[in-house]
């Protein structure tokens, strides 16, 4: 014996695999938007943060535009920039020019001329390992930021109108 609470609620299959249909690509979508604004705040606060980090003699050892080809054929360019320096009373490696890692061709070119290889720089560095050679956040993060943010709340809303479209249908039914 069924209650027509049970036989008409929301206990209906069409009704949930309605909802799942528009809930499951949803909760994929936010979740890699989600990701995106982590990173982007993670860059942002370590951006940030730079800017009370302390400052040692550096010099570079390695200066180089790497090219990464992603699966789908497109490039993505990144400045190898290696240097040593001495905090502590250890000789630390690094390869972080500073907290956000994209670059243009032309900003990763940018950045090999600006550090040739045997160039004495400024490393800033917080003690612990973590260091750059520049402070700072760029631009492109806080946009970055902005935007898959942005992406997040439109997924959201349209997951959200579209599930209560459901369900009104539903109960109408």
């Known amino acids: 014996m069924t209650s027509s609470s049970t036989a008409h609620g929301w206990w209906r299959p069409r009704l949930w695999l309605s909802l799942a249909i528009v809930l499951l690509p949803w909760l994929v979508a936010t979740g890699i938007t989600g990701w995106k604004v982590a990173q982007c705040m993670t860059e942002a606060w370590q951006g940030r943060a730079s800017f009370g980090w302390q400052e040692a003699s550096g010099r570079i050892d390695q200066a180089q535009v ?33 907290a956000t ?3 243009s061709q032309m ?24 260091s ?3 402070r700072g956040v760029r631009p492109m993060t806080w946009i970055g930021l ?4 942005l992406a997040t709340w439109l997924l959201g809303a349209m997951c959200w109108r579209e599930a209560r479209r459901i369900v009104m249908r539903e109960r109408a039914a």
């Open 66 to 98: 790497r090219i990464v080809t992603g699966s789908r054929g497109g490039k993505a360019y990144e400045p190898l920039v290696g240097y040593h320096y001495e905090a502590g009373g250890r000789v630390w490696h690094s390869w972080r020019v500073e």
């Open 101 to 103: 890692p994209n670059y």
């Open 107 to 130: 900003q990763a070119q940018e950045v090999v001329r600006l550090f040739p290889k045997g160039a004495g720089v400024t490393v800033y560095h917080d003690g612990e390992g973590l």
């Open 132 to 134: 750059a050679l520049r």
């Open 146 to 149: 902005v935007l898959w943010s």
